[in-house]
């Protein structure tokens, strides 16, 4: 029979105080531990173990464990620049956000199993390609124990690498398939690696589950076009860069047609601008279309989350380029 996951011990009781407690009694109990000693950093790891091991990922994308994790870089980091009691209002939110998910019958009762790292004969390359064909499938549950195995002997970024192949295509069916497990990844740089064996199933488990078939083909017509793959990119920006990156967040500000916009910055690359200088174009220029917008979409706050991780990869020198 399958067992539920236990975590280590110094953690375990935080992750079943954030289990158990009701969801009317949960935000003065959180309070009441974080004023009693309970550092954000516990608060918060404890929460995203409880709500991977007790939820489950409903159809679409609202629901289960994906926005508590996706939300844990941006808690931690304003709740440090909070002080007194308001740093406790993101924390305290998150914990309970995970645990009326854990509540909620579509999303509930769930259990996070123990699982075993299975490989094809021991050897890497033959599980990366396996865990790829398992992907192709939908087959998710293979692609969990797979993941496990990797995890065990690739780094931290190979693995990533290897989850972003899938997501980034299924990103214009749904920008949750690529922004999940770079969130997590971030939020696990600050927890620590040692637990990505239970945080790190969550959205392996998503973005490897059937989807329609997703294709880059305007992506790769334009890397194609402006020999991108060919040229010698400039990686870091400077202060000599600021009028093209000026001139192009503008561009990217004034567009009408979200369709436009990744010639755009195709061009500019391969113009000569850095990669990261067209990262900060990303930013300005898309903040400047969120405001421009009158409702959430067409993408809503991820048009700054997604310019923010797209920054943040490329600081990752262990990631391909194509990625």
Known sequence: MAQRVR???????????????TPDRIVAAAHDKLSAGTTVKDMLLASALAVVRSSDLPPGHHGGPLHPLCGLHAVRHISARLTGEYAMLPVIQNVAVANKHIHSPAMGPYMLAEAKAVSENGDVDATVKAFRTAVSRG???????????????????????LLLEVGVPKNQLDDHYFLFPAFTWRALEYFGWGYAKYIGRSPVRYITRPTAP??????????KKYELLERDLRAKT???????????ADEVGRSGDFAEIPEMLARALAGGLS?????????????????????????????????????????????????
């Open 238 to 248: 400077g202060d000599d860069e600021t009028p093209a990156v000026t001139a192009l």
């Open 139 to 161: 087959v998710y549950n293979a692609c969990d124990h797979y993941f496990l195995y990797l995890l065990e002997r690739l780094s931290p970024m190979q693995v990533l690498e």
């Open 275 to 323: 990669l990261e200088g067209a990262g900060e174009a990303l930013s300005v220029g898309g903040s400047t279309l969120f405001l421009r917008s009158k409702t959430g979409n067409p993408m809503d706050v991820h048009i700054n989350t997604g310019a923010n991780t797209r920054r943040y990869l490329l600081r990752q020198p262990e990631l391909s380029r194509r990625i």
């Open 7 to 21: 975590y280590p011990d110094h953690i375990e009781p935080l992750v079943q105080f954030i289990e158990e407690t």
């Open 214 to 223: 997703a294709m880059m083909i305007m992506v790769d017509e334009l890397i």
